[in-house]
């Protein structure tokens, strides 16, 4: 029984790290919120319905689980849930929700500017500003380029959105393949990349990561491409093999690669992926606009209001799957 079938306002234990979760104001409005950091979880989650974890990538709750012995929802201030699953976790009768839909605008505008960027040679025009030298230089067309979007939820999808609205052919790849889609041309599945890939300019990585997407873009993956071609990854960086994108980067394999993430992540000085030329690296920023963390809270307290009300709720991750399923 919930708390709100009970008469009582829901307990929320609020894991954070540094700073507090934001709009706390309007969750106590709702709940009796304590407070805390991982070395005090146990004791919050003491007869707490809920956990904000706030600290999204802290193993704090599989560390104490045995004191979630009350919880009936967790929630996450993150669309990727990969890091925080754990086998009683799957097995609990635990409603999990997650931050799906609130970076994706922002990390699909980041994924065309990774476009832009490279069609546009913006990196080799600033080296030549730095150098004062006035190089006139050819550049491509982003229009009329074919990409394949690897992932199609919530963040695929406002991916195929911005890339369609310039002029870009886009087809998706996913769990499942589709043969018509509203925002993809096609959907192929995701086990058929290295038939597929040699089709397009750009393949971009926007998958959970899941056991089935670990690792996906290996060397057959990369040595199916295109040599014209450019990877860009604004998922997780485990979905590449990173000794077999640096082995296709400096063969000549592909053109080029973008990424906001990569693994091991941070990358570790003296990486050969610093040193490249063709390599673009941003420190996994996509999601993350001046704004971000109030739109964070402002799901939480929307989905707060729903527990509240019986109503339900939204971003339910498929524990097993580790996202939350497409419609």
């Not at 599989?62 to 990727?80: D, I, R």
């Not at 030298?133 to 982003?142: E, G, M």
């Not at 939820?153 to 369609?164: H, K, P, W």
């Not at 971003?315 to 996202?323: E, F, M, P, Q, T």
Request: proline share 4%; glycine share 8%; net charge negative.
């Amino acid at each position: 029984m919930t708390a709100a079938r009970e008469g009582r306002r829901p307990i929320v234990a609020a894991l954070y790290r540094e700073a507090f979760p934001p709009r706390l104001d309007e969750v106590e409005e709702f709940a009796e919120v304590r407070l805390t950091k991982a070395d005090g979880l146990a004791k919050a989650m003491d007869g707490a319905d809920v956990l904000y974890q706030w600290h999204s990538f802290s193993p704090a709750l599989k560390e104490n689980w045995v004191a979630a012995s009350s919880l009936k929802w967790v929630h996450v201030s993150a669309a990727g849930v990969s890091q925080l699953m754990f086998d009683e976790l799957v097995a609990s009768e635990v409603t999990y929700t997650n931050s799906r839909g609130v970076l994706s605008r922002a990390i699909a505008e980041f994924a065309l500017g990774f476009v832009l960027d490279l069609a546009k040679d913006a990196q080799g025009s600033f080296k030549l500003q730095q150098q004062q030298r006035w190089q006139h230089r050819t550049t491509r067309k982003v229009q009329g380029q074919s990409a394949l979007v690897v992932g199609t939820g919530s963040i695929g999808r406002e991916i195929a959105r911005l890339f369609r609205a310039v002029g870009m052919e886009v087809d998706g790849a996913a769990r499942t393949g589709r043969p018509r889609d509203a925002d993809f041309g096609l959907i192929y599945p995701s086990r058929e990349l290295s038939r597929i890939v040699r089709y397009y300019d750009y393949v971009v990585l926007a998958a959970p990561l899941t056991q089935e997407t670990m690792g996906l873009v290996d060397a057959k993956v990369l040595g199916a491409m295109k040599p014209s071609a450019s990877l860009i990854n604004v998922g997780r960086g485990q979905l590449v093999q990173t000794d077999a994108l640096v082995d296709a980067l400096e063969s000549g394999s592909i053109a080029a690669a973008a990424l906001d993430v990569v693994d091991p992540e941070p990358l570790p000085e003296g990486h050969a992926l610093w040193e490249m030329e063709n390599v673009i690296i941003t420190p996994h920023m996509c999601g993350d606009t001046v704004d971000y963390l109030d739109d964070l809270g402002k799901l939480f307290v929307d989905n707060l209001k729903r527990y509240c009300n019986g109503e339900p709720l939204q971003n339910i991750v498929d524990k097993s799957l580790g996202y939350v399923p497409g419609h």
